[in-house]
């Protein structure tokens, strides 16, 4: 035993040596295992409704004429962007989201020479994480949701450059169904394709004399046009908004009140029915379509802009029209619409109560509540034109 000590600092860092190749090995098999093979894909997108997102990293750049921080996700999420100028902060949540293990240990940091001072990530409760960018003198700020890999971009631009890149120039109104598609129709023969007509003209004139924007109907006329055309209408003429106009019906008649929707998972089973009712137009396809949304919908991210235009056109409305048509404000919603989900520019879809309800049907006969609707759906882009404006 004594011949072998002085051996034995050699003999224990050629076994040191085996062990961390052994380790290095072990660790970079498990590295690929898990990285590859398109079995281990498909478990993880059958998974990836229930697993939580892990926010992987977060990082920052300067460019020359913006700051750009990225954050680093395991897949796509739904996330709101809020700005607080009392504080100097944009805060980021996202819904169902854990802080992944190298982001734990420098979960707060300061940023120096650039727009954003400071970033902070914080787990609230198990399920979202709150990101927190405190900024000094900003102008506006753009989220920009990018793929492979899967990450959520923000630009921010200094205050000199707070006009937003773009301008909102075109502006598409579309009038649901037509043709022969008359879309709902109550007891005694009033049809949504001549009310939503009605009214999205008179949504153009009041767009194109007060705010001076170019305005496209998707269909000026009786007639029928495909859900399809309707999104390339606003597609191919590089629209800025897209606002589509139906009036609702529901086989129970005293279900009434207005509602604003956006592209999304269905908020609940009447919207879903909603949305299945105007997407009826799609005859071929319709299973391609629904298979595509659910694709979309796996990537489950909120269409920022097109929420926030929701939003304003949903409080215009309760300033404008149910203060003096009483009904109840069904809010904002989400449902798989296709002309929503084909559209690439912020797109809602309104629904200016039911003709199934006969206080509502009467409504929507006059000429003075349909002027109305256009009114509150006009203070509603125009509210929403203005926060741009304002780089809120
Ligand atoms: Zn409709």
Redesign the pocket.
């Known amino acids: 035993m004594k011949n072998y000590w002085p051996r034995s600092p050699l003999f224990f860092l050629k076994w040191l040596g085996i062990a961390c190749l052994f380790f290095a090995c072990a660790s970079s098999f498990a590295q690929t295992g898990a990285s590859s093979g398109e079995p281990l894909l498909l478990a993880r997108n059958k998974k990836s409704a229930k697993a939580p997102v892990v926010v992987k990293s977060i990082r920052h750049s300067r460019k020359a004429d913006k700051t750009r921080v990225v954050i680093d996700l395991s897949r796509s999420a739904a996330y709101t962007i809020s700005r607080h100028p009392a504080s100097q902060q944009v805060r980021i949540q996202l819904a169902k989201a854990v802080i992944g293990k190298p982001l734990k240990h420098r979960r707060n940091f300061s940023v120096k020479g650039s727009l954003i001072r400071r970033i902070e990530a914080r787990q609230d409760g198990k399920n979202r994480v709150d990101i927190a960018l405190t900024y000094s003198g900003l102008g506006m700020h753009k989220p920009l949701v990018l793929k492979h890999p899967d990450r959520l971009v923000l630009d921010f631009y200094p205050p000199e450059r707070a006009a937003p890149p773009f301008e909102i120039q075109t502006i598409v109104v579309d009038p ?2 037509g043709g022969k598609d008359p ?2 129709m109550s007891k005694s023969g009033l049809t ?1 394709k001549e009310v ?1 007509l009605d009214v999205s003209r008179r949504l153009k004139k009041l767009i194109e004399k007060r705010l001076k924007k170019k305005v496209i109907l998707t269909r000026n006329r009786d007639v029928f046009i495909s859900l399809k055309k309707r999104t390339r209408i606003a597609n191919e003429n590089r629209a800025d908004l897209f606002i589509s106009v ?4 529901s086989p129970r008649r005293n279900t009434k009140g207005i509602e604003v929707y956006l592209m999304g998972r269905a908020s609940n089973r009447r919207a879903l029915a909603v949305a299945r ?2 997407n009826a137009a799609m005859h071929d396809g319709l299973r391609n379509f629904q298979e595509m949304i659910l694709d979309d919908l796996e990537r489950e991210f909120t269409k920022n802009a097109s929420l926030e235009l929701a939003h304003f056109t949903n409080d215009a409305i309760k300033k404008n029209l149910i203060s003096k048509y009483p009904t109840p404000a069904l809010g904002v919603k989400k449902a798989p619409f296709f002309v929503l989900a084909h559209t690439e520019m912020p797109a809602i879809l309104a ?1 200016l109560s039911f003709l199934s309800n006969r206080v509502e049907e009467k409504r929507l006969r006059s000429k003075s509540y349909r002027q109305r609707a256009a009114e509150a759906l006009f203070k509603g882009i125009k509210n929403y034109i203005d926060s741009l404006n304002a780089g809120l």
């Open positions: 649901g169904h879309g709902a949504e939503v139906h009036v609702n019906s009712r105007e629904e």
